[in-house]
């Protein structure tokens, strides 16, 4: 019932730009932390960048400067902007949220499916 859904993806140059969405839908009584993972070919999963219910945030050193987390409460939507790509982005993106039900009240962890991310020139 509750689901992620991630666009945004695509092929870019380097230097380039990308702006990626995650849109959270389903019987949501609320949402906690927002986060993006990355998955590099032959790497585990890593965390790009998260913010909380108040608003603080977290960036991996490898994108500080260059990435931005932003959300959009009211359509329970975050955002990623990535601008001055290199190669080294190129991975799959991961939307995750932290989503309480009201019935039953329950909380977990719910992940997107993952859009892909290439940098090539």
């Known amino acids: 019932q509750v689901q992620l859904v991630e666009s945004g993806g695509g092929l870019v140059q380097p230097g380039g730009s990308l702006r990626l969405s995650c849109a959270a839908s389903?019987?949501?009584?609320?949402?906690?932390?927002m986060g993006w993972y990355r998955q590099r070919p032959g790497n585990e999963r890593e965390l790009v960048t998260a913010?909380?219910?108040?608003?603080?945030?977290d960036y991996a050193d490898s994108v500080k400067g260059r990435f931005t987390i932003a959300k959009d409460n009211a359509k329970k939507t975050v955002y990623l902007q990535m601008n001055s790509l290199t190669p080294e982005d190129t991975a799959v993106y991961f939307c995750?949220?932290?989503?309480?039900?009201?019935?039953?009240?329950?909380?977990?962890?719910?992940w997107g499916q993952g859009t892909q991310v290439t940098v090539s020139s």
């Open positions: 995750n949220a932290e989503i309480t039900v009201r019935f039953p009240p329950s909380r977990k962890t719910y």
């Open positions: 389903g019987s949501i009584f609320s949402i906690g932390a």
């Open positions: 913010v909380t219910s108040d608003d603080r945030t």
